[in-house]
């Protein structure tokens, strides 16, 4: 029979062999595991699509990065890890001094997860990153202070909402702002040219016998004639005029800090482009005309619908009187 007291680790008769195998067991079991922790760590680290960063504010040095660093930034680790620099030289330069400021006031609030800034990968490529910071609050005194944060790449959700933003904003034929955006646009330029006591106009434009044109020609020819007058006004308009379609053939536009004389000089170059636009549809060639009507800011205008009905009524009588021609109301 066996000795119950061998069964006992801790009994004076457990062999010293014995006991020594066992520990040499325990120790490498402890090992597999602590090495398949490291491996399923490594593997997490090497999958996830951000960058884990470590940051000694003090002295200014990156002590740790993760593999996606490489993926995202399209950069080499060691060199970041060598030359802080080269984080720094990453970023888009209208957006360095944000990212500066955004990572110094997680001394102050401990964390900072609102940080997006663009980055200029390696191979000259934009990237937008969401770079959350934090620092540990818990460190004891004398200990170097560290930041930590996660950077991801959200480029593709960026450039989503841009899109989004203009297709809200966009009339899909003509590419020029839709009605809203126009009004939303026109009503921010009327109040602070009313703060300012800066000078406005606004322009409505209707293409003549537009009816005719599709009846004739098509719709698919009257969506050409269109999309060439709203290029027309993108080549007329001066640098911070807003254009815009508003209805079935009818356009606007608000000229900023531009005089009635001004204005109708403008008015008057966006009639000759129109003027010279010429059309083939199955060899008929035709060409189109336009009446606008324009009107300027004065005292007594409290909202941006008084300018637009005064230009619109400004264009109707342009119609009555012929059409082909500017109306000033």
């Keep these: ?23 040499l067991m325990h120790a490498q079991g402890e090992v597999a595991r602590l090495s398949e922790r490291e491996q399923l760590f490594s593997t997490l680290l090497v999958s996830v699509n951000a960058v884990l960063w470590a940051f000694n504010w003090e002295t200014r040095q990156v002590l740790y990065v993760s593999p996606a660093y490489e993926r995202i930034f399209g950069r080499c680790a060691d060199l970041l890890l060598s030359d802080y620099n080269q984080w720094r030289d990453s970023i888009y330069p209208d957006d360095l001094d944000y990212a500066e400021r955004s990572l110094a006031k997680v001394l102050d609030t401990g964390a900072v997860e609102d940080r997006e800034y663009r980055i200029i990968d390696g191979d000259g490529q934009v990237r937008w990153l969401s770079d959350k910071c934090f620092i540990n609050r818990q460190a004891e005194p004398g200990q170097p202070l560290i930041i930590v944060g996660i950077a991801e790449d959200i480029t593709e959700k960026k450039q989503m909402e841009t899109e989004l933003q203009r297709l809200a904003t966009t009339d899909a034929l003509t590419q020029s702002s839709n009605r809203r955006h126009f009004f939303d646009r026109a009503n921010q330029e009327f109040e602070l040219a009313r703060q300012q006591g800066t000078p406005l106009s606004f322009l409505m434009l209707d293409i003549d016998d537009f009816k005719v044109i599709n009846d004739t020609y098509g719709h698919q020819e009257g969506d050409n004639v269109l999309q060439h007058i709203a290029d027309s006004g993108r ?3 001066r640098r911070g005029d807003l254009f815009g379609r508003i209805g079935g053939e009818e356009f606007a536009a608000v000229f900023p800090g531009c005089t009635p004389e001004m204005a109708l000089q403008v008015a008057e170059r966006l009639q000759r482009e129109i003027q ?5 549809h199955d060899g008929q ?23 637009f009905a005064r230009a619109d009524a400004a264009m109707y009588q342009a119609k009555r009187e012929g059409k082909n021609r500017i109306v000033t109301g």
Excluded at 9 to 14: A, C, D, K, L
Excluded at 276 to 280: A, D, I, V, Y
Excluded at 290 to 307: A, H, K, P
């Design 1 to 23: 029979m066996v000795n119950k007291n061998l069964k006992d680790p801790t009994s004076p008769q457990w062999p010293e062999a014995a006991k020594t195998l066992l520990a």
């Design 235 to 237: 080549a007329a308009l």
């Design 276 to 280: 010279r636009l010429s059309f083939n």
């Design 285 to 307: 060639t035709f060409g189109i005309t336009v009446s606008q009507g324009l009107t300027s800011l004065t005292d007594e205008d409290e909202t941006i619908d008084s300018l």
